[in-house]
């Protein structure tokens, strides 16, 4: 079967769907602001499983920023001084996936 035929036989041009132009706002005169006056309903309604909501809460805000070490860090970057301690990395990985495969054989 080639492209644009129909199973028919007939050879005529495929049909394609017109949506309407989309209407754009009203503007009484050029120097005029275009604002919204109310808040759009919420389309979409999300649920969090209680496994989210204990993440999000064990995630919450500890005291632990600290903004000296970020400057520090940044620094160290755009200097080109930044090295990266991969063992350490790659520690932290292990160790962070053992304890979400432990937690997860707990739960079962």
Request: cysteine-free; hydrophobic content about 40%.
């Amino acid at each position: 079967m080639k492209i644009g035929n129909s199973p028919d036989g007939s050879a005529g041009p495929a049909k394609v769907e017109q949506r309407p132009a989309a209407r754009k706002p009203e503007v009484s005169g050029t120097n005029d602001v275009v604002r919204q006056t109310s808040t759009p309903a919420a389309s979409t309604q999300v649920a969090l499983s209680s496994t989210a909501k204990l993440a999000a809460s064990a995630s919450g805000d500890d005291g632990s920023f600290d903004a000296a070490k970020v400057d520090r860090i940044s620094r160290a970057i755009s200097e080109g001084k930044f090295t990266v301690n991969a063992n350490a990395i790659a520690d932290k990985l292990v160790a962070n996936a053992q304890e979400l495969l432990s937690a997860r054989a707990n739960k079962h």
